[in-house]
T-cell receptor, first 110, second 115 residues
Framework: GENVEQHPSTLSVQEGDSAVIKCTYSDSASNYFPWYKQELGKRPQLIIDIRSNVGEKKDQRIAVTLNKTAKHFSLHITETQPEDSAVYFCAASTTDKLIFGTGTRLQVFP | DTAVSQTPKYLVTQMGNDKSIKCEQNLGHDTMYWYKQDSKKFLKIMFSYNNKELIINETVPNRFSPKSPDKAHLNLHINSLELGDSAVYFC??????????????FGPGTRLTVL
């Protein structure tokens, strides 16, 4: 079955800096790669996703890149703000279920 | 106008008790899920139902029994609660997968504490 590894587990950055979170997956059949943000005590919410026929996708300060050959995908947040502080989860799926990474706790210091 | 709702939000109970968590979605989605998030924040799928039919059962102890009376509702009943069941349980829903996987919308979570 699918296995998703996520690094780093914690990430601290200064406000205005960029943050990068990386994930690798094992199942070459996976074709959907969402990223979820979970604020303290709240539900996970989708922030961006990418499908296997696309190499990069951007939405304002957030971008995701996918390297299908290497089975890597990454989340890039530019110009970080304190409200970006949260736990971020990557996930990978084929058609029936999402397998989540272990999460990255991002702290943005003012 | 809540999309995915769960009740209760908090549940504190003694070991050995039986409890239920309810989930409802008003998005018209065909597929619903239960996830368990432990103290380390790992999110792990437990069950998935599509149009009231069980499609995923991730080797969860049979003390956990999901029930889907219709495609808008997915409940989780837990028998003989154990300390290790303490976690946050999230319900989620999505439009049917098939060859095109779609965003999952999560409920607010139910924090279960077993004493």
């Amino acid at each position: 079955g699918e296995n998703v590894e996520q690094h780093p587990s914690t990430l601290s950055v200064q406000e205005g800096d960029s943050a990068v979170i990386k994930c690798t997956y094992s199942d070459s059949a996976s074709n959907y790669f969402p990223w979820y943000k979970q604020e303290l005590g709240k539900r996970p919410q989708l922030i961006i996703d990418i499908r296997s026929n696309v190499g990069e996708k951007k939405d304002q300060r957030i971008a995701v890149t996918l390297n299908k050959t290497a089975k890597h995908f990454s989340l890039h947040i530019t110009e970080t703000q304190p409200e970006d502080s949260a736990v971020y989860f990557c996930a990978a799926s084929t058609t029936d279920k999402l397998i989540f990474g272990t999460g990255t706790r991002l702290q943005v210091f003012p | 106008d809540t999309a995915v709702s769960q009740t209760p939000k908090y549940l504190v109970t003694q070991m050995g008790n039986d409890k239920s968590i309810k989930c409802e979605q008003n998005l018209g989605h065909d597929t619903m899920y239960w996830y368990k998030q432990d103290s380390k924040k790992f999110l792990k799928i437990m069950f998935s139902y599509n149009n009231k039919e069980l499609i995923i059962n991730e080797t969860v102890p049979n003390r956990f029994s999901p029930k889907s009376p219709d495609k808008a509702h997915l409940n989780l009943h837990i028998n003989s609660l154990e300390l290790g069941d303490s976690a946050v349980y999230f319900c989620a829903s999505s439009q049917a997968g098939g060859s095109s996987y779609n965003e999952q919308f999560f409920g607010p979570g139910t924090r279960l504490t077993v004493l």
